[in-house]
C-alpha cells in the first residue's frame, strides 16, 4: 500500500480523517 | 498592566505569532519547496541550487526556532494548567491537552528527525550519498507527518477556548 503522506492531497486528507478521529476521542473523554 | 494582560494576552499574542511563522514555514516547505525543488532537478542545467543554498537554511533557522518559542509559549499560557492538560486530569483541558501534545510530538520531528537529516541534505554535516538518499526520506515523512498533524493541532488550539466548549457536548 502507497504511503499516504508521499502525496500532498494524501497528507491533507489523513490530517483531516485525524481531526475527526480525535474529535470524537476528545468528545468520549469529557463525556460529551 | 496586570499579570493577566501579560499571561493571556502577551502570552497567546506571541503564542500565535510564532505558530503562524512556524507552521507557515512548515506549510511553504510542505506546499511550495518540495515541489519546486523536484521541477528544478529536472531542469537542464539543474535550477535549484539557489533555493538549496541561500533560501532552505534561512527558512529552517526561523522554522526550527519559531517551533520552539511557540511550543514555550504555549507551556507558558498553560501556566499551573500545564499538568492537566497533559495529563487529561480536567475534562475541560482535553482539547487543549490533545493539541498541546500534537504540538509536542511536532516540536519533537523538527529538532529530532527533521533538522539534524537536513544538515545532511544541505551539506552542513558531512553525509555520503545513501546517508543523504535515506536522510532526505526521513526528513521528508517527518515534515509531511508534521503537516498532517498540524491540521488536527490547529483545529484543538482554536476550539480549546471556553466559548467553544459546547462543540464538545460540554
Redesign the interface.
Known amino acids: 500500500m502507497k504511503n499516504p503522506l508521499d502525496s500532498l492531497w494524501g497528507t491533507v486528507i489523513s490530517g483531516l480523517v485525524l481531526t475527526v478521529v480525535l474529535y470524537y476521542l476528545a468528545r468520549s473523554m469529557m463525556g460529551g | 498592566m496586570t499579570w493577566d494582560f501579560v499571561h493571556y494576552g502577551l502570552g497567546r499574542w506571541l503564542h500565535i505569532l510564532s505558530g503562524v511563522m512556524w507552521i507557515g514555514l512548515l506549510y511553504y516547505f ?2 511550495v519547496q518540495v ?1 519546486a525543488l523536484k521541477k528544478a532537478a529536472a531542469d537542464t542545467p539543474p535550477t535549484g541550487a539557489g533555493i538549496t543554498k541561500h533560501v532552505a537554511p534561512l527558512a529552517l533557522f526561523y522554522f526550527r526556532w519559531a517551533a520552539v518559542a511557540t511550543w514555550v509559549m504555549g507551556a507558558f499560557l498553560l501556566g499551573d494548567k500545564f499538568a492537566q492538560a497533559f495529563l ?1 486530569r480536567e ?2 483541558y ?2 487543549i491537552g ?1 493539541g498541546a501534545w500534537l504540538g509536542t510530538i511536532m516540536l519533537f520531528n523538527v529538532w529530532v528527525l527533521i533538522w539534524p537529516n537536513q544538515k545532511k541534505i544541505l551539506g552542513m554535516k558531512p553525509a555520503s550519498d545513501e546517508e543523504k538518499a535515506k536522510a532526505r526520506r526521513v526528513a521528508f ?1 517527518a515534515s ?2 508534521n ?6 493541532m490547529i ?2 488550539m482554536a476550539s480549546s477556548a471556553v466559548f467553544h466548549r459546547p462543540l ?3
Open positions: 510542505n506546499f515541489d487529561f475534562q475541560a482535553v482539547p490533545i515523512l509531511r507527518a503537516t498532517m498533524l498540524s491540521i488536527p483545529f484543538f464538545f457536548g460540554g
